[in-house]
């Protein structure tokens, strides 16, 4: 393990390869050799606050059957070959905790970088839980990805409104998004700011009108009790 010629925080590990045979990453054939090799390097999960990264050989083959060259294939290589699959799963759960933005912040990583991770993971959730062939309802929300009224659309998600409640529809799963959880914290803060602002002016305008008097009959004049009679009287 020697310290990382780029990043002063991390630290790559070499592997030494004793697979022979190559397998193609488009349709899984076998090959005893290799056309070419090349040292590459990925990120993988961190030990404790150390970033590691995974220093290995990379083989490219010209494979028989798509006749063509090709990558090679690695069972714990994620797709996009820059990270690890463990890592790329570990951000994805991430993702379900946090934001976009607050994940790359945590892991030394561009907002871009995990929005691809993400996404990666969420097809690899669909394709071990593949959505029922016999839907009957479904949520749908929105969301903005730019100014001037540009949105996607979301697809089985429940939003915090009265119309979604479980008499319409039974058989959902209400998920709270933090957006409208915050929404609604915010809201009842400024209500209690308000309601305790409010209080406050109505004790304090009583305590003023309690310590005067009325010191003319004929013309409404107030004094205080402590500041003596008016020049009229």
């Known amino acids: 393990m020697t310290p990382h010629?780029?990043?002063?925080?991390?630290?790559v590990v070499r592997?030494?390869?004793?697979?022979?045979?190559?397998?193609?990453?488009?349709?899984?054939?076998?090959?005893?050799?290799?056309?070419?090799?090349?040292?590459?390097?990925?990120?993988?999960?961190?030990?404790?606050?150390?970033?590691?990264?995974?220093?290995?050989?990379?083989?490219?083959?010209?494979?028989?059957?798509?006749?063509?060259?090709?990558?090679?294939?690695?069972?714990?290589?994620?797709?996009?070959?820059?990270?690890?699959?463990?890592?790329e799963d570990r951000i994805g759960e991430l993702c379900r905790e946090m934001t976009v933005t607050r994940v790359a912040e945590l892991n030394n990583l561009s907002w871009d970088q995990v929005w691809r991770m993400e996404k990666s993971y969420m097809r690899r959730l669909l394709e071990r839980h593949p959505p029922s062939e016999h839907l009957r309802a479904i949520g749908v929300d929105e969301i903005s990805v730019r100014k001037i009224h540009s949105y996607v659309i979301v697809v089985a998600v429940m939003d915090m409104w009265k119309a979604f409640t479980l008499k319409n529809a039974p058989g959902a799963q209400i998920v709270y998004d933090k957006f409208h959880v915050m929404r609604h914290l915010s809201d009842a803060l400024d209500q209690v700011r308000r309601s305790s602002t409010s209080a406050s002016m109505t004790k304090s305008a009583s305590s003023s009108r309690a310590s005067a008097i009325r010191c003319c009959p004929i013309k409404s004049t107030w004094i205080s009790r402590v500041g003596g009679p008016c020049a009229r009287c």
Do not use: N
């Open 15 to 87: 592997l030494e390869r004793r697979q022979k045979k190559t397998v193609c990453s488009a349709c899984d054939t076998t090959v005893s050799g290799f056309w070419d090799r090349r040292q590459h390097r990925v990120r993988d999960l961190d030990a404790g606050a150390v970033r590691i990264h995974l220093e290995f050989e990379y083989r490219r083959l010209d494979c028989p059957r798509c006749q063509a060259m090709k990558r090679e294939t690695l069972s714990w290589l994620a797709q996009s070959a820059r990270f690890t699959q463990r890592f």
């Open 5 to 11: 010629p780029k990043d002063s925080g991390a630290y």
